[in-house]
């Protein structure tokens, strides 16, 4: 009986550290196609992991299953409790994909912002640079005039 509620407390130990990876101040505060892309990669390394420990458990189940015999009357409830184990690694992994799916879309659009931003050539920036010169006018001849003195 021991061996059973320590398995289980070990097991919602590490399904407590591995979902909270992400923090909601990172989520919240991301603006940039840097950030919703970041954010997207580390909800598809969440999901990833979710996958593992889905498969590890799957193997243990597989283990209960196959030996039974070998964990008494506790290896039904090994059984459920590693389904269920199952169950939430696998929606874990869904719902992190879903967010990552978010993000990548939101990334896209970003980027789409950006590339439809004209960039400034050089040649571009000199010529608006000359002609802000030629704007201001003499006062500006006149103060470097000053200075040279």
Do not use: W
Request: hydrophobic letters at 30%.
């Amino acid at each position: 009986m021991k061996t059973g509620k320590l398995f289980a407390v070990f097991s919602m130990l590490g399904l407590l550290a591995s979902c909270a990876q992400l923090g909601a101040f990172e989520v919240q505060n991301a603006r940039t196609y840097a950030d919703h892309d970041n954010l997207a990669k580390q909800y598809e390394n969440t999901a990833k992991e979710m996958q593992i420990k889905a498969g590890e458990q799957r193997k243990l189940l597989q283990s209960y299953e196959d030996k039974s015999y070998l964990y008494g009357r506790q290896g039904q409830d090994f059984q459920a409790h590693t389904s269920a184990n199952i169950r939430y690694y696998e929606q874990a992994s869904r719902e992190n994909m879903k967010e990552a799916s978010f993000h990548r879309e939101r990334a896209a659009e970003l980027a789409k912002r950006e590339y439809a931003t004209p960039v400034e050539t050089p040649s571009q920036r000199s010529n608006r640079e000359n002609k802000a010169k030629a704007r201001s006018g003499p006062t500006d001849s006149i103060e470097n005039s000053g200075n040279a003195l």
